[in-house]
Structure formats: C-alpha cells, structure tokens
C-alpha cells in the first residue's frame, strides 16, 4: 500500500506569523492529520517544517501522538508526499541547489528522518487546487 501525505505552510507577511499544515491517507482512509502555529517564519521555513513535522508523525522512533491510528509499517511499502512549494520539493528531489543554510539543516533532517523510515520516499509537486486541505489546516490555526 502507498501513504500519502500531503503538507503546507503559510506565512502572512514572510516572515510573519506562520503555520504548518498536513493529512496523511492510506488507502483512501485518513489516517492523521495536523495543523500549528510556529512562530514567526517565512514560507520556506513553513514548507519545511510542515514536511518534517509529517516525517515526525511517520517515523517508527515518533513520540508525536497520532489522534487518528498507528501506523502500521507492515501495510506500507511506499510513500508519496505531495506538495504545492515548487522550491521545497525541487530542494528535496536534488533538482534545485540549496545554498541557504538553514534549508540545508531542514534537508539534513529530512534525510534522517528518511532513514529511520526505512520505505521508499517520493516527493511530488502538486498545483496548489490539489492541495486544498492541507492548506485549509495552515489556515485554520
């Protein structure tokens, strides 16, 4: 089976007051969600962080608490994470250099959050209309 997870962040004046947002699907059925404040922040960071913080709730070692269900990694041999941040996504797939270096500690934990993980990660660039409830979560802290 394939999770899906789809993630935002917002920023109202970058840098401004930012929130991140995401929902996660295994086979059709919502399995997790979230939405928080994280300060002040500029859109990339909240990008980011959105993606990381989803990672936190996948990750076997989480100590986030998942309102919904365990996640059963036996079920799983595959995750698409689904993003409308063209910069993000391009940065994570190696298309795009990073030279910032805060961006480059977020990779830095993307990548070892991958490895504790252990499935195959696929990042994926969506049109901002296909992400319309994680963009409701940014929204809605």
């Given at each position: 089976m394939i999770l899906k997870v789809f993630t935002d962040g917002g920023s109202k004046g970058n840098p401004g007051p930012a929130s991140i947002?995401?929902?996660?699907?295994?086979n059709g059925e919502k399995i997790f969600d979230?939405?928080?404040?994280i300060g002040i922040a500029t859109n990339n960071d909240a990008e980011y962080q959105a993606l990381i913080h989803a990672l936190e709730i996948i990750s076997p070692k989480s100590q986030i608490t998942n309102?919904?269900?365990?996640?059963n990694f036996k079920e799983i041999n595959e995750i698409k994470f689904y993003s409308d941040s063209r910069l993000m996504?391009?940065?994570v797939n190696g298309l795009f250099k990073v030279k910032n270096?805060?961006?480059?500690e977020?990779?830095?934990k993307i990548r070892s959050l991958e490895q504790e993980i252990k499935l195959l990660i696929i990042y994926h660039l969506?049109?901002?209309?296909q992400n319309v409830e994680a963009d409701q979560l940014v929204n809605a802290v």
């Open positions: 947002g995401g929902v996660g699907y295994l979230f939405k928080k404040s309102k919904f269900k365990i996640i996504v391009n940065q270096g805060k961006i480059k977020y990779i830095f969506i049109p901002r209309e």
